[in-house]
């Protein structure tokens, strides 16, 4: 099924920026585009539809297509994408108040579409970006996952996280009730200087009055230089401890994997998303040891392979709308990726 002068679509929608691809039915890339948030739990459903027709609209532009003519599908590879109820509400929403934009949608969780850029068949995808989450697709298409709750109450190993956890240890020092694993007087003065207060309690009004995410968790950047360039050993620390935490993601999942997933060439695939893993040399240590099996249940990880997308995932969730509607998109899986650890003790 599917011509080839059938146009299909992908979005790969995060909590801060998302990204559309259009296809032709060879896999060939006609047109991208970029728009903000499409996370409808943060931006609520409405402007969810606004940016999603926005981004349609741009690329079909770029692409020399009818802005009016329907693509065949759209896939929409969404930050917060999960519940059934919240997918519903999306995809009518977008039939009926946009509905130039697609004939079919199929819409799933951003972990989804990472995968299905990735591996043909299945694997890890550990995102810690502003918020973090671990996903395993086994070949059947089940999957099984292990945090994405949010920052409220989880996020663990990304970015939010990380800043976070430096703030809260600068307060406990301050506030003598937790001694700090490292010196603070970097990490303090960092604080001040990002968030522009001059005592802690200035913190108050960025912590909930204004609190941002998106914009709190970029003082995970000051703190990757404060670890890399000026070698603080509180900032290397937090990052040892992120790592940590993301390893322990992939253990929580292993007892699920399918294990044809474990004896591929490149053992398990872990499609590694977000921009914390531009510290990966600064996660490393932590990460191999959070890998390390702690109870009976545990699988032991005998061979991984990490990579990173060098195309964005929206690739996948255009694969993921084309199957939907019963079409094979072509993609080049080796191209997609960028292997930069192998685990094989």
Not at 83 to 111: L, W
Not at 247 to 269: C, E, Q, Y
Not at 313 to 322: F, K, T, V, Y
Request: proline share 4%; net charge neutral.
């Amino acid at each position: 099924m599917g011509d080839m002068d059938a146009v299909y679509g992908g979005i790969e929608g995060g909590a801060t920026h998302s990204k559309m691809v259009l296809m032709k039915g060879d896999g060939s890339i006609l047109a991208w585009s970029d728009g903000p948030s499409t996370n409808h739990w943060l931006i609520g459903v409405d402007q969810c539809l606004v940016n999603i027709n926005e981004m349609a609209v741009k690329a079909k532009t770029e692409a020399g297509l009818d802005i009016n003519k329907p693509l065949q599908s759209l896939g929409l590879s969404l930050s917060g994408g999960e519940q059934e109820a919240g997918k519903r509400r999306v995809i009518d929403g977008m039939k009926s108040n946009f509905p130039n934009v697609s004939e079919a949608y199929h819409m799933c969780t951003d972990t989804f579409g990472a995968i299905a850029t990735a591996c043909e068949a299945g694997g890890i995808v550990l995102i810690s970006g502003t918020g973090s989450n671990c996903q395993l697709i086994n070949p059947n298409g089940k999957n099984h996952g292990c945090g994405g709750w949010g920052h409220q109450i989880g996020d663990e190993g990304s970015a939010y996280w990380i800043s976070a956890k430096a703030v809260k240890t600068v307060l406990d020092h301050e506030d003598n009730l937790v001694d700090p694993p490292h010196d603070v007087t970097y990490v303090k003065k960092a604080i001040h200087s990002f968030f522009g207060v001059s005592e802690s309690f200035g913190l108050l009004d960025h912590l909930y009055t204004n609190f941002n995410k998106p914009k709190f968790s970029k003082f995970c950047i000051v703190l990757a230089q404060g670890a890399s360039e000026a070698k603080d050993p509180l900032c290397i620390w937090l990052f040892r401890e992120a790592g940590w935490q993301l390893g322990r993601h992939i253990l929580a999942v292993a007892p699920k994997i399918d294990k044809t997933l474990l004896n591929g060439p490149n053992g398990l695939m872990v499609v590694c998303v977000g921009s914390v893993w531009k510290s990966w040399e600064l996660l490393k240590e932590g990460f191999l040891e959070g890998l390390k099996p702690r109870h009976e249940r545990d699988i032991e990880i005998k061979h991984l392979t990490l990579v990173s997308l060098l195309q964005s995932s929206a690739i996948g969730a255009a694969r993921l709308g084309a199957k939907s509607v019963q079409f094979t998109l072509p993609v080049d899986f080796k191209a997609n990726v960028n292997k930069f650890f192998s685990y094989n003790p």
